[in-house]
């Protein structure tokens, strides 16, 4: 089984990644810092996201930019791979 590897902050905003910084008191107090969304909007249904815990990034599919219902989800392995992903898409 391949295991992910660690995607810094700085490089996923490189590539155009968004964040939007979500006030949540229980995560700061067992983090130290605030959580935030870190996302890649690649089509209306898909986008790739990075974990700001884990630094690891995931392909997601969603059913309607609306609903936003995760249908399917892919770990990407490395910041290789991410960058293959977004290239696909643009």
């Known amino acids: 089984m391949n295991k992910q590897e660690k995607i810094d902050y700085i490089d996923v905003i490189d590539l155009g990644f968004e964040e939007e910084i979500i006030d949540d008191c229980v995560f700061f107090n067992t983090y130290g810092f605030q959580y935030k969304i870190v996302t890649k909007q690649l089509t209306k249904k898909i986008y ?10 995931k392909l997601v599919r969603v059913d309607s930019s609306k609903t936003q219902n995760i249908i399917a989800e892919m770990k990407l392995l490395n910041l290789k791979q991410v960058k293959q992903i977004i290239d696909f898409y643009e």
Do not use: A, H, P
């Not at 790739?48 to 990034?57: A, F, K, L, M």
């Open 48 to 57: 790739i996201d990075w974990d700001s815990v884990e630094r690891t990034c």
